[in-house]
Every structure is written in structure tokens, then in C-alpha cells.
């Protein structure tokens, strides 16, 4: 369909009335074509409905026949999810003064699977969308998001801040890179946390060692 503007000269009204008779005939005659029934199409409905009403059983038979038929025409494939290399968890950190640190997390979903991970995040608020203040935690499931776990208080926490409508590309982008290995020397990362803060925000990735500076890869 052709956008037309909201005001038009008055010596092109009539091309502009051409333009949408045209553009939207198709369209138009399109939906008529999907909703209208022909008169054989009436017919064969109002016959179906007749031999549904006097042989019940034997439609509810055809019925679970033609389901029995599309289910095999699944593609196998389609089945088969794909495991990551680890399993991750996601948190979700909302500040409440009356609760600790601690008690503030909330543990949102794990996943293994590259289906699973992407049915989670398409559903789930960007951290554009969270209140300020609150963080999103990802991190493989036997760690805890936190200084005190035994993978993370040997080692070390690198820290990127940026503009806030950067935060949830940078942060899908972090992602990614953790959960299918893209990060120099994966199998000591632990895991990363974006800050979703009143000026600019920030992703931190933690390593379960201290690593120098040309050993980080931030593949943002």
C-alpha cells in the first residue's frame, strides 16, 4: 500500500485519487477474494456439516485422522534442540531497601539449549525497559552472581558504560558472545551483569582469574 501524505494540493487531488485506487485495488480485492465464499464452497460446507451431524463418530475419526497426518509431516529437525556448552541462569536484581543484597535477586529462568535461551529472551523486558537501578545477571548455573562464590573471588571484573539507548544491543550482544563461547579463553568466564543506571549504564563480565588487557575480547 502507498502512504499518501496527510495534505495534498489541490491540482494533484486527482492523480493522488488514482494512485490509491490502484495501489489499493489489489489489496482490497485481496481481502474481499479471502473472505468471500463461492457458492460450491457454501455447499460443500453445509454437506460436511450435514454428514458431520448424522455420522458423529465417523467425523471424529476423519478428525484425529488428519491430525495423525500432519503431525507426521513435521520436519524431524524441527525437533531437535540445540545444546549449549553450559547451562545459564539469569537474574534479576531489584533493589529493595528492606531486603539484603542478596535476598534482592531473583533467579528468572535457566537454559541449555539455544531454543530455550531464545524462547527466555523474547519475552522477557530489555534492560531499557527495567527500572533504574535494577540489573539483569547472567551466569553459568553452578555460580553465583556474586564476590563471595568461589569462581568469582579469585578473579577479576571488567566494566564497560555507555549511552542508554546502547543497553540493549550491547547487552544481547554480551550475550551471545557468553553463552555460545565467542569471548577469548571462555571457559574462565564466569558470567556478566548490566547496570541499568540514572545517566549511563554499564555491562560488567567476570573471569574466574585476573587476566591482563590483551587477553579480554568484548565483542560488542
Not at 21 to 47: E, I
Not at 137 to 162: C, Q, V, Y
Not at 187 to 194: E, F, K, N, P
Amino acid at each position: 500500500m502507498v502512504d499518501l501524505p496527510t495534505t495534498v494540493p489541490r491540482e494533484d487531488l486527482h492523480n493522488v485519487t488514482l494512485l490509491n485506487t490502484r495501489a489499493g485495488q489489489f489489496v482490497f480485492d485481496s481481502a474481499l477474494f479471502r473472505n468471500r465464499k463461492t457458492d460450491s464452497q457454501c455447499a460443500k460446507q453445509q454437506q460436511q456439516q450435514q454428514n458431520e451431524s448424522e455420522n458423529p463418530e465417523q467425523s471424529k475419526n476423519q478428525e484425529l485422522s488428519e491430525q495423525s497426518n500432519a503431525a507426521e509431516t513435521i520436519d524431524p529437525e524441527c525437533l531437535i534442540k540445540h545444546p549449549l556448552q553450559h547451562t545459564w541462569t539469569l537474574w534479576y536484581l531489584e533493589v529493595d531497601r528492606m531486603k539484603s543484597w542478596a535476598d534482592s535477586m531473583n533467579k528468572v529462568a535457566s537454559f541449555s539449549t539455544v531454543e530455550d535461551f531464545w524462547s527466555l529472551f523474547n519475552h522477557i523486558r530489555g534492560p531499557s525497559e527495567i527500572k533504574v537501578n535494577g540489573d539483569y545477571m547472567l551466569f553459568k548455573s553452578h555460580i553465583r552472581p556474586m564476590w563471595e562464590d568461589d569462581a568469582n573471588k579469585h578473579g577479576g571484573r571488567w566494566t564497560l558504560s555507555f549511552a542508554k539507548r546502547l543497553s540493549d544491543k550491547y547487552w544481547l550482544d554480551t550475550v551471545l558472545c557468553l553463552i555460545g563461547e565467542a569471548f577469548e579463553d571462555s571457559d574462565q568466564i564466569c558470567g556478566a551483569i548490566v547496570n541499568v543506571r540514572p545517566k549511563n549504564d554499564k555491562i560488567c563480565k567476570f573471569t574466574s582469574v585476573q587476566m591482563g588487557r590483551k587477553q579480554l575480547l568484548i565483542c560488542l
